[in-house]
């Protein structure tokens, strides 16, 4: 950089040393695995023209506790009520998000409250280290 003289002066930038309390930074990382969430990939084939939604009283509940994990986002597929048509012969793939699981949980069951039909319902999914999982929804009990 040139200053008001005409002569180059050299600007030297201090970074200080940030010093985190090691008993604040274990609780953080605690806070932050406890909120961490579970994603499951979903997919569901049919030989028929169908409708598919999913509704957000969609639930991961712990086997044991009966503690439900809610659902927080889903991708490529349309929150009811509205339906969205699926084409015959085909497989409709779509992610759904939920809140973490309790540390203690080992099995759960994937359940979708519907108040005028019948949802997707699976149980007995046990659980990962990466809390990332694959169902097929065809398995699943209408």
Same mark, same amino acid.
């Given at each position: 950089?040139?200053?008001?003289?005409?002569?180059?002066?050299? +600007?030297?930038? =201090?970074?200080?040393?940030?010093?985190?309390?090691?008993? !604040?930074?274990?609780? @953080?990382?605690?806070? &932050?695995?406890?909120?961490?969430?579970?994603?499951?990939?979903?997919?569901?084939?049919?030989?028929?023209?169908?409708?598919?939604?999913?509704?957000?009283? +969609?639930?991961? =509940?712990?086997?044991?506790?009966?503690?439900?994990?809610? !659902?927080?986002?889903? @991708?490529?597929?349309? &929150?009811?009520?509205?339906?969205?048509?699926?084409?015959?012969?085909?497989?409709?793939?779509?992610?759904?998000?939920?809140?973490?699981?309790?540390?203690?949980?080992?099995?759960?069951?994937?359940?979708?409250?519907?108040?005028?039909?019948?949802?997707?319902?699976?149980?007995?999914?046990?659980?990962?280290?990466?809390?990332?999982?694959?169902?097929?929804?065809?398995?699943?009990?209408?």
């Amino acid at each position: 950089m040139t200053n008001n003289t005409g002569t180059e002066e050299q +600007t030297t930038t =201090v970074i200080p040393a940030i010093k985190i309390d090691e008993k !604040l930074k274990a609780e @953080l990382l605690t806070q &932050f695995e406890e909120q961490g969430m579970v994603i499951v990939h979903c997919s569901l084939s049919t030989p028929i023209e169908m409708g598919i939604r999913i509704w957000s009283s +969609t639930f991961l =509940v712990d086997r044991v506790s009966g503690s439900k994990s809610r !659902l927080l986002h889903a @991708l490529n597929i349309v &929150f009811a009520p509205p339906w969205e048509i699926i084409g015959a012969g085909t497989t409709k793939r779509f992610t759904l998000i939920f809140s973490a699981l309790p540390k203690s949980c080992e099995v759960f069951d994937f359940i979708e409250e519907v108040p005028d039909s019948v949802g997707f319902e699976m149980y007995g999914i046990k659980r990962n280290a990466s809390d990332v999982y694959n169902v097929n929804l065809n398995e699943s009990v209408l």
